[in-house]
């Protein structure tokens, strides 16, 4: 199986900047795609940033011009630059990886999750 450890969740003010990574480790033959999705008390889980690995990506709209996703393929890591944070972006975010091991093809693996808390 994969085991994805995540990192740098925390607390910030408005207008600040966060970095999220992931790491992903297991008998990993490839990696399709990495993403984030979070989860705000009281809301639906949404996908916030993927990136596939042609290296296209996706955000959702309101994270657009300010999230930037990327990739060290060396590593198996992805990244979350978060700049111009805003107190709507407070939910625990989750590493979302579609890998190829040596027991499955393209399965989803979740990270256990990071707090990312905006406040002033």
């Known amino acids: 199986q994969v085991q994805l450890v995540e990192s740098g969740g925390g607390l910030v003010q408005p207008g600040g900047s966060l970095r999220l990574s992931c790491a992903a480790f297991?008998?990993?033959?490839?990696?399709?795609?990495m993403g984030w999705y979070r989860r705000a008390p009281g809301k639906e889980r949404e996908l916030v940033a993927q990136i596939t690995r042609g290296d296209s990506t996706n955000y959702v709209d309101s994270v657009k011009g300010r999230f930037t996703i990327s990739r060290d393929n060396a590593k198996n890591t992805v990244y979350l630059q978060m700049n111009s944070l805003k107190p709507d972006d407070t939910a625990v975010y989750y590493c979302?990886?579609?890998?190829?091991?040596?027991?499955?093809?393209?399965?989803?693996?979740w990270g256990p999750g990071t707090q990312v808390t905006v406040s002033s």
């Open positions: 297991g008998s990993i033959f490839s990696i399709n795609y």
């Open positions: 979302n990886v579609g890998a190829t091991t040596r027991s499955s093809i393209g399965r989803d693996f």
